[in-house]
């Protein structure tokens, strides 16, 4: 069975630094580009970043740009986010997904606060 | 950047048709197609459609998606009270280099 168990979320304050892991299991990893996807208490779904199966690619959504930093070690089967400069903005359940494959983890909260 | 357009909520009756919609451009929607994905509150979201209107194995054929230039369509039929959720679509854009999801739609089932 395909798993995909994020992990690494918790309370920081502002202006924080964090980093995020996804273990994936049961697929070929390294044949998939990868995605952090993260969804705000009570609001939809937004991309974040991806990374292509080789790391050849990688993409951020404009309101990351600059604080984030994906990576990815396909020898682990393990995706990352490293953030930096964290704001109540951030604050969201964080999900990895490949996105062209129904492949989700359960999620996990990172909460940016004093 | 943009995202994809559609309606924040849509009712209809038990065992009525649902049509959700969601507009792009040509350089998504219209070139890329879209994903369809259905989220019950505190889960993951599952996915319906994919890009190429295909149905994963497990998902109910009253869930059919089609895309007319770019605009991408989600029909549900026979509605059931199990269908009340929040629908997104997704979709990639050459131009952006970025994945896009729709702001979601809130399908309540009287």
């Known amino acids: 069975d395909v798993q995909l168990v994020e992990s690494g979320g918790r309370l920081v304050q502002p202006g924080g630094s964090l980093r995020l892991s996804c273990l994936a299991s049961?697929?070929?990893?390294?044949?998939?580009?990868m995605n952090w996807v993260r969804q705000a208490p009570g609001k939809g779904l937004e991309w974040v970043a991806h990374?292509?199966?080789?790391?050849?690619?990688?993409y951020y959504a404009d309101s990351v740009k600059g604080r984030f930093t994906i990576s990815r070690d396909n020898a682990k089967n393990s995706l990352y986010l490293q953030m930096k400069s964290l704001s109540g903005a951030d604050t969201a359940v964080y999900y990895c997904?490949?996105?062209?494959?129904?492949?989700w983890g359960h999620g996990t909260l990172v909460n940016v606060s004093s | 950047q943009a995202g994809l357009t559609q309606p924040p909520s849509l009712s209809k009756d038990l065992r009525q048709t649902a049509t959700l919609t969601c507009t792009g451009n040509?350089?998504?929607?219209?070139?890329?197609?879209a994903t369809w994905l259905q989220q019950h509150q505190g889960h993951p979201p599952k996915v319906l459609s994919e890009?190429?209107?295909n149905r994963p194995s497990g998902v109910s054929e009253r869930f059919s998606a089609s895309r007319s230039g770019n605009t991408a369509s989600l029909t549900i039929s026979g509605l059931q009270p199990e269908d009340e959720a929040d629908y997104y679509c997704?979709?990639?854009?050459?131009?952006?280099?970025?994945?896009?999801f729709g702001g979601g739609t809130k399908l309540t089932v009287l």
């Open positions: 997704l979709a990639w854009d050459s131009d952006l280099t970025a994945w896009l």
């Open positions: 990374i292509s199966g080789n790391t050849g690619s990688i």
């Open positions: 890009r190429n209107n």
């Open positions: 040509s350089n998504n929607v219209g070139n890329q197609g």
């Open positions: 049961g697929f070929n990893f390294r044949d998939f580009g």
């Open positions: 997904s490949p996105l062209v494959r129904d492949y």
